[in-house]
T-cell receptor, first 117, second 111 residues
Framework: EPEVTQTPSHQVTQMGQEVILRCVPI?????FYWYRQILGQKVEFLVS????????KSEIFDDQFSVERPDGSNFTLKIRSTKLEDSAMYFC???????????????FGQGTRLTVV | TQLLEQSPQFLSIQEGENLTVYCNSS?????LQWYRQEPGEGPVLLVT?????EVKKLKRLTFQFGDARKDSSLHITAAQPGDTGLYLC???????????FGTGTRLTVIP
């Protein structure tokens, strides 16, 4: 069964460093998303990506964040100059159509646990 | 931002009992999904409901989408310890191209 894969599963980084979180979406999906879940809190939308550009982004997704699809399979989230409050689980998801359409199903990866120290 | 409130936030019940989890919003959603999340893992899709009033069954789980497409419920019959987890509802916005997640209900089923 096709699945979304994320690497690494756990990343520890020093405050101020840059991190890149990697995702391989399901191969025939066209819409890609990053979500964040701070420990014990709700899943928060960061950004959606379609046709090689950002489709929508939340207020969390400021200039510190960027996304890229460097080749035909990977989808990355870069966090520049990490802060302690960036510590969270980061989930990548993909879907065959956008959430604006009915019956959209998003499939999530296992997540990357980012710890900023 | 479209908000989805889930209730209860925490629920602890004995094996064999029935339970209902609610997902409410003041916004209309084009579709609504229910996910279950285990600790340290990503949300796993359980069901998608699309039509107002729609009812879907998945073994002991029954999902209903409100007539106005603003709310949904998840009913579990004869809960088992394997049902333990965080249940999340998520709505597809009519104007936004992403999923909005609810606040979550953490269910514990005690053997």
């Amino acid at each position: 069964e096709p699945e979304v894969t994320q690497t690494p599963s756990h990343q520890v980084t020093q405050m101020g460093q840059e991190v890149i979180l990697r995702c391989v979406p399901i191969s025939n999906h066209l819409y890609f998303y990053w979500y964040r879940q701070i420990l014990g809190q709700k899943v928060e939308f960061l950004v959606s990506f379609y046709n090689n550009e950002i489709s929508e982004k939340s207020e969390i997704f400021d200039d510190q964040f960027s996304v890229e699809r460097p080749d035909g399979s990977n989808f990355t989230l870069k966090i520049r100059s990490t802060k302690l409050e960036d510590s969270a689980m980061y989930f990548c998801a993909s879907s065959s159509q956008g959430a604006r359409r009915m019956n959209t199903e998003a499939f999530f990866g296992q997540g990357t646990r980012l710890t900023v120290v | 931002t479209q908000l989805l409130e889930q209730s209860p936030q925490f629920l602890s019940i004995q094996e064999g009992e029935n339970l209902t989890v609610y997902c409410n919003s003041s916004s209309v959603f084009s579709s609504l999904q229910w996910y279950r999340q285990e600790p340290g893992e990503g949300p796993v899709l359980l069901v998608t409901v699309v039509t107002g009033g729609e009812v879907k069954k998945l073994k002991r789980l029954t999902f209903q989408f409100g007539d106005a497409r603003k709310d949904s419920s998840l009913h579990i019959t004869a809960a088992q310890p394997g049902d333990t987890g965080l249940y999340l509802c998520a709505g597809g916005g009519t104007g936004a191209n992403n999923l909005f997640f609810g606040t979550g209900t953490r269910l514990t089923v005690i053997p």
